[in-house]
């Protein structure tokens, strides 16, 4: 199915912004639903966002709602998680995924195919 590969993390300050961004082949782009997870030290990984393929609006984790969007561009085969606001609590490692459903996509395992992750640090 191919391989994902994400960037963009790295140190903010609270109330800053960063964006993430996923690249993976265009068969998986085009017949897949994206999601993002993140998982903080000693926490169980959560969902953050999703996409589904059939075209429906993208929904969120309540803690982020409001503050992340998630966008697709199939030009070029890369999705993006735009972080604002972020906050301490938000200090995890980001990692992208792909599901072949358009539904249960809050569950990572309904995915299967993910990013090797990229750390996002929110200093106070």
């Known amino acids: 199915q191919g391989q994902l590969v994400e960037s963009g993390g790295g140190l903010v300050q609270a109330g800053g912004s960063l964006r993430l961004s996923c690249s993976g082949s265009?068969?998986?782009?085009?017949?897949?639903?994206m999601g993002w997870f993140r998982q903080a030290p000693g926490k169980a990984r959560e969902f953050v966002a999703a996409?589904?393929?059939?075209?429906?609006?993208?929904y969120y984790a309540g803690s982020v709602k409001g503050r992340y969007t998630v966008t697709k561009d199939g030009v070029k085969k890369t999705e993006y998680l735009q972080m604002n606001m972020l906050k301490p609590e938000d200090t995890a490692v980001y990692y992208c995924?792909?599901?072949?459903?358009?539904?249960?996509?809050?569950?990572?395992?309904?995915?299967?195919?993910w990013g090797q992750g990229t750390q996002v640090t929110v200093s106070s």
């Open positions: 996409i589904p393929w059939t075209g429906g609006s993208a």
């Open positions: 265009g068969r998986m782009f085009s017949t897949t639903s």
């Open positions: 995924a792909v599901s072949s459903r358009s539904y249960n996509l809050d569950q990572s395992r309904a995915y299967n195919s």
